[in-house]
Each structure stands twice: as structure tokens, then as C-alpha cells.
């Protein structure tokens, strides 16, 4: 009998690392919150919609983990760094109420959601889709998953980025526009959220270019650290 057979091997899905765990999470869609901060809309020429959060997707292969040496990417000489809180989805979610929406909640991390601005900003200008600034290789940092029971509820924590040690981005999640019940609840009306979904929450003030050599803390109170040293251009 024929059986039909790759024509070459199916990617696997990236694994995220859980804190104090061996077991990993297999992401399988990265969800992006755009403008979720006031400050860092005003620092980018526009405001926050009040009305609507709005989104952009990253490919789940374009996933690094936290510690990893990445090459500055083609096509830009703009590489911005913005450093989010990421939460992972633990449930199947799908019109959920935000009153109910951290039940599917699995864990949070830290996460720096890289962008080629220059790509992005003239794409924006012209009314076109943001993917060759957004989702592009190597461009989702992630620290490790803390689980939602051990980190407890978002709150005041501080979220802050540094660039060899000098403090760039500085603010605290309750700065956030769109919270994380919200959010969840607004994106379950759009997609069937399941486990292996992260969200990327939006950056806060401070984001700016980064060049080759350049090393990249960023923290959250309570969650591991995410960090990434940016290489040489291939
Ligand atoms: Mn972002």
C-alpha cells in the first residue's frame, strides 16, 4: 500500500522553557498587542485607541529563547527592541467573558517583541500590514513561563529593559491600557485561544535601536529575565 510521506521534514513547533519545570510549552501562535501603553503611543506620533485594542501576529518559528545571541536582522537599519509582559494561554478559550478569562490563563514570562521599525513606520504610513517589521526571523525573546499560580495577579509589578546596563524602558504593568482579562476576552471573539497561544502585551515608553554587540536585559517583578545578545549581520 503507498503511503504518502513528507517531502522533507515538517517543522516542529518551538518549545518554550517552564520555570523549575523539565516539561516545556509548545507554542503554536504569538498574539501581539499593538499601542497598549499611552506613553509609548505618544512616543510613536499616535494615540491609543480607547475603543478597540488592536493586534499583529508573529509565526511561532520566529520563537528564541531567552540568552540567545541573534543576528541583526536583514533589511532594516532601524532595530528597535520593546519589552513586554507575555502571557501564555493554559485553556481552550473561545468568547470568554473577562471576568473569566484569567481561568485560561497557563503562565506569564517576559518576552521582547524585536521590530524593524523602519519597515514597520513605512508600512504604517502607507496603510500596509506591518509583517516585514514584526514577523521576521528570530524576532520573539522569551524568558521562561512562570506558572499563573506561583506569579499571582498582575498588578503594579515593575517592567523594565536594559541596553548594557543602562536603563532604557522603566514603567509598571499597571500602565497597561488594555489588561490581561481583556485582552484575553477581546481576542477569544476573533480566535479559538488554546493552550501553546502566547500573548505579547504591548510596550511600554522607551523602546530605540539596538546595533550589533549590544546586550539586552529585560525584567518583570516575579518572572525570570529575558535576554539576547544582538550578533554580527549574516
Ligand atoms: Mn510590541
Redesign the pocket.
Known amino acids: 500500500m503507498m503511503t504518502n510521506s513528507a517531502l522533507f521534514p515538517s517543522p516542529s513547533w518551538p518549545q518554550a522553557a517552564i520555570k523549575g519545570e523539565k516539561n516545556t510549552y509548545p507554542v503554536h501562535r504569538i498574539f501581539?498587542?499593538?499601542r497598549n501603553y499611552v506613553e509609548h503611543a505618544k512616543e510613536m506620533g499616535v494615540e491609543v485607541d480607547r475603543e478597540a485594542a488592536f493586534y499583529f501576529l508573529k509565526s511561532a518559528l520566529s520563537l528564541m529563547p531567552s540568552g540567545s545571541t541573534i543576528a541583526y536582522p536583514p533589511g532594516t537599519s532601524n532595530y528597535h527592541y520593546?519589552m513586554?509582559l507575555v502571557l501564555a494561554i493554559g485553556a481552550p478559550a473561545f468568547r470568554v467573558n473577562s471576568a473569566d478569562a484569567l481561568n485560561y490563563v497557563f503562565g506569564y514570562a517576559t518576552g521582547l517583541?524585536m521590530?524593524r521599525r523602519d519597515l514597520q513606520l513605512d508600512a504604517r504610513s502607507k496603510g500596509r500590514p506591518w509583517d516585514l517589521g514584526?514577523d521576521f526571523e528570530q524576532s520573539a525573546v522569551i524568558g521562561e513561563i512562570t506558572r499563573n499560580d506561583e506569579f499571582g495577579p498582575v498588578g503594579s509589578q515593575r517592567i523594565s529593559l536594559t541596553v548594557d546596563g543602562l536603563t532604557r524602558q522603566d514603567a509598571h504593568l499597571s500602565d497597561l491600557v488594555w489588561s490581561v482579562p481583556e485582552i484575553i476576552a477581546d481576542l477569544s471573539r476573533y480566535y479559538h485561544l488554546q493552550p501553546g497561544d502566547l500573548i505579547?502585551t504591548?510596550?511600554p515608553a522607551g523602546v530605540g535601536a539596538v546595533e550589533t554587540g549590544n546586550v539586552l536585559v529585560g525584567e518583570i517583578d516575579g518572572l525570570s529575565p529575558v535576554s539576547m545578545t544582538v550578533g554580527r549581520p549574516e
Open positions: 501581539c498587542v499593538g520593546e513586554e517583541d521590530t514584526k505579547f504591548g510596550t
